[in-house]
């Protein structure tokens, strides 16, 4: 791990980093599956069961599909039958469904905005990578008031390995002008946490404010937080504490 001094950048997963990922995906998630299933309400479930939902526990499940897949990887799951030009097509709607419907039902994860605003002010550099695409990843941003924080967006589609592959940290970090070991890689998933091993950054941050859990997570990342709230005093920027406890 680098010395926490050296971080200088900041690559955040979104849903369930930056966003309440229950909160924003479950009603499109359920619409989309009524929609694959042709409004039988019995096969929409299965969907759902199929893409990760836990209908006991009403959450999706860490490491599944709909938490950590990408759109290609949901349309392929329920739509095997698909040639190679409607599957294309079926993957450009869903981005098209999910950018929309993402951006408006945004949730942010408490304090999360707070806390960008302080390391954004505090000179480090921020980026998003997430299994979104990067239309629905921007759109979300703006939604939120944040997107001019932001120095880059990197969804699935924007390289040619998504997460777990280290693409996206290696892209950012070439970007930002900074070695991969000033980023901190961020997220709520294992996935994210592979992106950020596989590419070498310098701290890799897990936050259990999504889909993950801690015995799931503690062996990928160096620290494990509540959230992205807590990621300013963990890397000692100043007056974070003052800032985010008003």
Request: proline share 3%.
């Amino acid at each position: 791990m680098t010395p926490l001094s050296r971080i200088k950048g900041v690559l955040f997963d979104k849903d369930g980093t930056l966003i309440d990922f229950h909160a924003t995906w479950h009603g499109v998630a359920d619409q989309m599956a009524l929609e694959a299933a042709d409004g039988d309400r019995t096969r929409a479930d299965l969907l759902m069961e199929m893409a990760g939902y836990d209908p006991g526990a009403q959450r999706f499940r860490s490491d599944s599909i709909a938490a950590a897949g990408t759109n290609a990887d949901i349309v392929d799951l329920w739509h095997p039958e698909l040639d190679r030009d409607r599957r294309r097509e079926r993957i450009a709607y869903f981005d098209r469904v999910t950018a929309i419907e993402g951006a408006t039902r945004a949730v942010a994860v408490p304090r999360v905005i707070e806390a960008i605003t302080v390391m954004r002010a505090a000179g480090m550099r921020l980026g998003v990578a997430t299994n979104d695409s990067t239309e629905g990843a921007e759109k979300t941003l703006v939604s939120l008031g944040v997107a001019q924080m932001f120095d880059a967006v990197y969804g699935y589609d924007a390289v040619a390995n998504p997460k777990p592959a280290g693409d996206v940290v290696t892209a950012f970090a070439d970007m930002a002008g900074l070695k991969v070991t000033q980023v901190a890689m961020v997220g709520d998933n294992r996935h994210d946490l592979e992106a950020g091993r596989a590419a070498g950054a310098g701290l890799v941050v897990a936050v259990l404010s999504g889909t993950g859990t801690r015995e799931k997570l503690a062996p990928l990342a160096d620290v494990v937080l509540e959230s992205v709230a807590d990621l300013p005093d963990y890397l000692a920027i100043g007056q974070a504490k003052a800032t985010l406890s008003t």
